[in-house]
């Protein structure tokens, strides 16, 4: 298989932009004239939302593959799961029974409150690194003791961060690297399907060929050798023909 060239300068952050019309403009005449397809409205319409999904897909897995790595992630389990078992044992001692429960001041850093209602207009925000000295977490500013204290069970919290994070995390992992390039040339497959006269196959001198390389280059910002994507059109041209 052919290998990607060099990500064209400032093509990291193209998922990340505007999915407008607009930006595919100056490339529709380009594609359809190598698909064949008679210039008209509907074809114009149709072809920037196929480019648009394509983008949104590509951008989506794009992201996923910067996320941590699953070794890190089973060692932070790992971790939590060594915490709880020796807070339980802590609290098997009569002075230690309270350990994993704190009670702390609402908006100081740690604790943040908020309706359902009123996180629709204003998200709960906390600092992600923060800056709380040690000193200030162990005596809160005086004011704070005039508003709200929250009781935090640590002990749930720590099985809330495994369940609903690290392992839903950890299991959205390890997906195919092909798969952009999948969701990509699918598009491609599909409005070339509805609007060209010519049937789409992986010969290299197809019309399609050619075509799904240039609305992959165009998605994506990168350039493919001739023949790149010749796995990932026969892979979507098998599945749709067979219906998987």
Known sequence: MAKRVQRKAGSAHFPDLPITPDRFEPHLDELLETAGVEDSVGARSHLVIALQLAQASYGLQLR?????????????????????????????????RDVAFVLYPVGHGVVEVATAREMISRPLELPRHPSISDEELRWPPRAALDGMIAGINIELLLRLIM???????????????????????????QFFRLHSSKTPTTDPNNAFVKFAEQFYRIVTGDDVEVGGLEWQIRKVLKDKSTGE
């Open 163 to 189: 369940i609903r994070e690290v392992r839903k995390r950890a299991r959205g992992l390890g997906q195919p690297t092909k798969q952009d390039k999948d969701a990509i040339v699918s598009q491609a497959v």
């Open 64 to 96: 996923s593959q910067q996320r941590a790595p699953r070794e890190l992630l089973k060692q932070l389990e790992g971790s939590i799961e060594k915490t709880l078992a020796l807070l339980g044992r802590l609290k098997t001692y009569p002075d230690s």
